[in-house]
């Protein structure tokens, strides 16, 4: 997860996937616009387009909760959009995930 910009309690940035699957190794960058809601401790972040280099990625609808710390994002669910045919439509496909900041390297 890379942020762009910031500003307030908004964001945007992107996601680079990388999946090597049993069938197909799914390879993009999903481009997000966010935002932080102070009062939930929860960040929102929806899916706005993506460069795909293989693979069948759709975006996704992210949330998760934000430690004390706010290094920590947690209790993350998410749900795919996706184009199926000519029917663009919100998939049932549900998923958890979790992250945590760490120092770049570089």
Do not use: H, P
Request: overall charge neutral; glycine content about 12%; some cysteine.
């Amino acid at each position: 997860m890379i942020i762009q910009t910031c500003q307030n309690n908004t964001f945007t940035g992107y996601f680079n996937w990388y999946e090597a699957g049993k069938k197909e190794t799914y390879l993009g960058r999903e481009y997000f616009k966010g935002r932080y809601d102070e009062q939930k401790r929860q960040v929102l972040i929806k899916g706005t387009r993506l460069e795909q280099d293989s693979g069948d990625l759709v975006r996704g609808k992210y949330r998760a909760g934000v430690s004390d710390d706010r290094i920590t994002l947690t209790d993350g669910t998410m749900s795919s959009i996706g184009i199926w045919g000519v029917l663009e439509k919100i998939l049932s496909i549900k998923g958890t995930w979790e992250a945590e900041w760490v120092k770049d390297e570089w």
